[in-house]
T-cell receptor, first 113, second 113 residues
Framework: QQQVKQSPQSLIVQKGGISIINCAYE??????FPWYQQFPGKGPALLIA?????SEKKEGRFTISFNKSAKQFSLHIMDSQPGDSATYFC????????????FGTGTKLQVIP | GAGVSQTPSNKVTEKGKYVELRCDPI?????LYWYRQSLGQGPEFLIY????????DSGLPNDRFFAVRPEGSVSTLKIQRTERGDSAVYLC???????????FGNGTRLTVT
């Protein structure tokens, strides 16, 4: 049972463009939504996270938009750079406890010069 | 400081053999997790330790998989009678406490031939 659905599977964006990755979740008990960035041969690294009491969170060029009623959230990467080329995973877990994180299937982003 | 260290980085074994995968968490991190990442997928939760005890092992796929953390620091994931379907990257993560971000190691790539 896939509890966090992620799209697209892959994405090609020109340098300076906006990269958008979408996710949807099913379990209404989830209340912590992190995004992870993973480079080849490396483990995932936390990029940015949001809790459902806010609709948007911005950190530098990265913004999470959250729609609680639709059970959807998305990552926007502004001014995308070739160094952003990586696989991005949305994820969800229950806050207030240990991090039994449910990951999406990943989006492979390629930013071309 | 040093991050989460996993050894070996690669392990090739024959079907039916026993393997041990080691994780050295960040010093002082009390929470330790094992995740498994199959090719083209997001990581999947296997087991969580708080201190020396396995607080949640609900993600272990079957009784061939076992993990220990005898002194509350280093952890070993043990797989008996390996099968080709066990081939994946096994990721270890640690955190300072329950709500702190996960710090992942680079994983052990296990290939069962």
């Amino acid at each position: 049972q896939q509890q966090v659905k992620q799209s697209p599977q892959s994405l090609i964006v020109q340098k300076g463009g906006i990269s958008i990755i979408n996710c949807a979740y099913e379990n209404t008990a989830f209340d912590y939504f992190p995004w992870y960035q993973q480079f080849p041969g490396k483990g995932p690294a936390l990029l940015i996270a949001i809790r459902p009491d806010v609709s948007e969170k911005k950190e530098g060029r990265f913004t999470i938009s959250f729609n609680k009623s639709a059970k959807q959230f998305s990552l926007h990467i502004m001014d995308s750079q070739p160094g952003d080329s990586a696989t991005y995973f949305c994820a969800a877990s229950k806050a207030g406890g240990y991090q039994k994180v449910t990951f999406g299937t990943g989006t492979k982003l390629q930013v071309i010069p | 400081g040093a991050g989460v260290s996993q050894t070996p980085s690669n392990k090739v074994t024959e079907k039916g053999k026993y393997v041990e995968l080691r994780c050295d968490p960040i010093s002082g991190h009390t929470a330790l997790y094992w995740y498994r990442q199959s090719l083209g997928q997001g990581p999947e939760f296997l087991i969580y330790f708080q201190g020396t005890g396995a607080a949640d092992d609900s993600g272990l796929p079957n009784d061939r998989f076992f993990a220990v953390r005898p002194e509350g620091s280093v952890s070993t994931l043990k797989i008996q009678r390996t099968e080709r379907g066990d081939s994946a990257v096994y990721l270890c993560a640690s955190s300072t406490d329950l709500n702190s971000p996960l710090h992942f190691g680079n994983g052990t790539r296990l290939t069962v031939t």
